[in-house]
């Protein structure tokens, strides 16, 4: 037995990076600090439903037969060099170095890449783009927030390090008593059991956080507010305000709640807002509760080399950039892309049956370790090493610090890592559309 030390976990966006990992030769037979959902990622290198080759549905049938990686790559390039309006999605769980390929893929492809933000943190950055934000990074978080506030988020099972690690329980530099020194704030329609933690649960009305929020603006102002908004009573959104306003430091999480209900970035729009009046009476940051471990690494990729963070559309040889018409599950439900890729992420589990049976319809790729809902409708499927796992890549974590992740264990022998199935695929897609161009 071995204990690799300081390991980071490739689960969620908080990407822990004090894991223990024991190890009895090539297997991880257990881990310590990781959470019940870290644990079974770095498990699940030597999960049962892991792919140990590349498959290829047979025609006409359910049934997949074994092919060669040389195959499987010959016939993903073939099928992406010769569609006209080709879909590239995921990305979300794997290193920079492959999403920075898998760009360069989408360009010469002239196809429309998107990441999982789309269905996630889309209308965060979409805000963000809009009026800016004011952000901090999670250590700073943990050394000098006093007042926590998760709104439209559930960290205790989507996150479940991330009061422990970074915002109610840790003893920072100016929060030595931990928790002590800390207030924690819960806006959630329901009883979560992040709420049932909180020492406010403000019980917000169903796709009304639009409202609450601009109700608490103009209260911090002074300014008179109706009886009950949002389903939450005047004085208690009042002293909601005077509590932000008592603190040194406060800092608003947010996630999905309010992301994908009524009101989608525009709600986003208005915390930025509230955030900014907060700055005039105290400091106050907003940090949004990413999911994949990697999801902000791969707007970051998309950025830096094509100046937008997703929904990326190479079609006319140039980036374009328009959410709604170039995000992956439209152009899925307008039946517009005659091909597919997908990577590091699993549509088939999230996506609606509509876009899936569409999906399943069409030449497709996916390139992924496990068997999930969305191998087992495509085409072409390809296993590949877990990074942070099998394979060393960066991460961006939730707060955009970037992160090395470690290898802890070998991958199955003959298993490619995304980065290198990827970079097979550029080269040849490169050589079909040189002999095309030749013709």
């Not at 549905?57 to 499987?72: G, K, L, M, T």
């Not at 920079?96 to 010469?108: F, R």
């Not at 509509?354 to 999906?359: A, E, G, I, T």
Request: proline share 5%; glycine share 8%; charged share 25%.
């Amino acid at each position: 037995m071995k204990v690799v030390t300081d390991v980071v976990c490739p689960f969620c966006g908080t990407l822990c990076d004090d894991i223990k990992v024991i190890m009895d030769g090539n297997r991880v037979v257990d881990t310590l600090n990781a959470c019940v959902i870290g644990n079974e990622k770095f498990k699940s290198a030597q999960a049962g439903h892991r792919i140990h080759a590349p498959m290829e549905r047979e025609e006409n049938s359910a049934e997949f037969a074994p092919v060669s990686y040389d195959y499987a790559i010959e016939r993903a390039a073939q099928i992406l060099a010769n569609a006209k309006r080709p879909l590239m999605y995921g990305w979300s769980s794997t290193s920079c170095e492959a999403q920075a390929v898998g760009n360069e893929l989408a360009e010469v492809c002239g196809a429309v890449t998107d990441n999982t933000a789309s269905v996630c943190h889309g209308p965060s950055i979409l805000a963000i783009q809009t009026v800016g934000a004011p952000c901090c990074t999670l250590g700073e978080v943990k050394n000098r927030a006093d007042l926590i506030i998760y709104w439209g988020c559930n960290p205790v099972h989507a996150h479940p390090r991330h009061m422990s690690r970074y915002s109610t329980y840790p003893r920072g530099f100016f929060t030595e008593r931990g928790f002590k020194d800390r207030t924690m704030v819960v806006v959630d329609p329901r009883p979560t059991d992040t709420a049932k933690q909180a020492d406010i649960h403000v019980q917000v009305e169903q796709g009304k956080d639009y409202e609450l929020l601009d109700a608490l603006r103009t209260a911090i102002r002074g300014e008179d507010i109706p009886d009950v908004v949002g389903g939450v009573k005047k004085e208690d959104i009042k002293a909601l305000g005077d509590l932000c306003k008592s603190k040194k430091f406060g800092v608003l999480f947010f996630g999905m709640g309010v992301t994908q209900t009524i009101g989608k970035h525009r709600n986003i729009d208005i915390a930025i807002s509230f955030v900014a009046d907060m700055n005039k009476y105290t400091k106050f940051t907003l940090i949004a509760m990413r999911g994949h471990y990697n999801v902000t690494g791969s707007g970051q990729v998309m950025s830096w080399q094509s100046g937008f963070p997703f929904c990326m559309d190479f079609s006319r040889g140039y980036p374009r950039y328009n959410p709604g018409e170039t995000a992956a599950n439209d152009m899925l439900q307008r039946r517009e892309c005659d091909a597919a890729l997908v990577i590091a992420s699993d549509p088939g589990a999230h996506f609606p049956v509509s876009s899936m049976k569409y999906y399943a319809q069409i030449p497709t790729i996916c390139i992924d370790p496990h068997e999930t809902p969305t191998t087992g409708v495509s085409k072409i499927v390809m296993p590949s090493t877990i990074v942070g796992v099998e394979e060393e890549g960066n991460a961006y974590r939730m707060d955009n610090v970037p992160i090395r992740c470690r290898k802890v264990c070998d991958a199955p022998e003959g298993i490619l890592s995304d980065r290198e199935i990827l970079e097979r695929i550029l080269v040849r897609v490169k050589e079909i559309k040189a002999e095309k161009k030749g013709q």
